[in-house]
């Protein structure tokens, strides 16, 4: 009885051996089934990629002529304000500043109707960028109470932050000018000007 036990233990073990080898070939046929289909896939995705940074490398060459116009219009622009902040700094004395001033002046009458100074019945909050003597303190006193007729009072104060400017603030209203702004406007025009330009050239 034992040796019957014994054989068809044996027998088992063949047939589960035979079913490991079978299942190992199937899977080792899958497995490479799989990497080849991985490699042709592989191989697409390279010759798309080489495609792709040889249009890259094209369109490059073709866009290096226009990158350097771009950046030497830019630096062009820059450098011109660059020069014009060098002269107005230079120049900046009282004669200046009653300018800044008048330019500001003319500024907050075109904003009047939109922002609604009247309405404002709090502090005025004045402040520039650099020290107004006491006859620009009253002129501009003067025609601040014209648009803020309402306002509690006018406090005056130096605010170096602001460069070459003047603002006011008054609730939640702040209109101002200042020089860098300014040029920074100015930059942007004479950019839109070269730029126009060169489209037209072409």
Do not use: P
Not at 82 to 98: H, S
Not at 161 to 174: F, P, S, T, Y
Request: aromatic share 6%.
């Amino acid at each position: 009885k034992a040796e019957e036990q014994a054989k068809l233990r044996s027998d088992e073990l063949a047939r589960d051996k035979q079913a490991l080898t079978d299942a190992r070939e199937g899977l080792m046929a899958k497995a490479k089934e799989e990497v080849r289909e991985w490699r042709e896939r592989a191989m697409d995705d390279v010759r798309n990629e080489l495609e792709k940074l040889r249009h890259t490398w094209m369109d490059g060459l073709n866009r290096d002529k226009e990158i350097f116009l771009v950046k030497l219009k830019r630096h062009v622009a820059s450098q011109v304000v660059l020069i014009g902040e060098k002269v107005l700094r230079d120049l900046a004395g009282e004669g200046l500043e009653r300018q800044i001033i008048s330019v500001f002046l003319r500024n907050l009458s075109q904003e009047d109707e939109r922002l609604k100074f009247k309405s404002v019945s709090t502090d005025v909050h004045v402040q520039s960028g650099f020290e107004l003597n006491d006859e620009l303190s009253d002129e501009l006193r003067r025609q601040l109470a014209k648009s803020f007729s309402q306002a509690r009072s006018f406090q005056f104060e130096v605010a170096t932050d602001l460069g070459i400017g003047i603002q006011v603030k008054a609730d939640h209203l702040k209109v101002g000018w200042n020089l860098t702004k300014y040029l920074e406007d100015l930059e942007k025009e004479i950019l839109v000007e070269l730029f126009e330009h060169g489209r037209e050239a072409a």
